[in-house]
Nanobody, 129 residues
Framework: QLQLVESGGGLVQPGGSLRLSCAASGVTSNYYAIGWFRQAPGKEREGVSC????????NYAESVKGRFTVSRDNAKNMVYLQMNSLKPDDSAIYYC??????????????????????WGQGTQVTVSS
């Protein structure tokens, strides 16, 4: 079982930036991709971005394209989500999750949250003036 720990959340003003980190421990070689998801109060969990660990190909939700960038450092077992030009609508708990199945993160496909295998505890992001 993979353990995931998110960090980097906090309070930021609209237009500001945050970088979230997802630290993985355990047998990371069994996993193909890491996804970032978020859930705001009263809303369903939604996919934000995913990254394929082998070649760093990625996918983004339309709402964050051009503002968020996902990256990974396989040597450190870390995945990052750089979030720029933040908006109040970006406020949510952000989770990273790991996918043990292939073909779940491609340019044209982002596997839904329900099919991911391991989850972190989440980190709160609040965008407010």
């Amino acid at each position: 079982q993979l353990q995931l720990v998110e960090s980097g959340g906090g309070l930021v003003q609209p237009g500001g930036s945050l970088r979230l980190s997802c630290a993985a421990s355990g047998v990371t070689s069994n996993y193909y991709a890491i996804g970032w998801f978020r859930q705001a109060p009263g809303k369903e969990r939604e996919g934000v971005s995913c990254i394929k660990l082998s070649d760093a190909s990625s996918n983004y939700a339309e709402s964050v394209k051009g503002r968020f960038t996902v990256s990974r450092d396989n040597a450190k077992n870390m995945v990052y989500l750089q979030m720029n030009s933040l908006k109040p609508d970006d406020s949510a708990i952000y989770y990273c999750a790991a996918d043990r199945k292939p073909f779940g993160c491609m340019r044209t496909y982002f596997r839904p949250a329900s099919e991911y295998d391991s989850w972190g505890q989440g980190t709160q992001v609040t965008v407010s003036s």
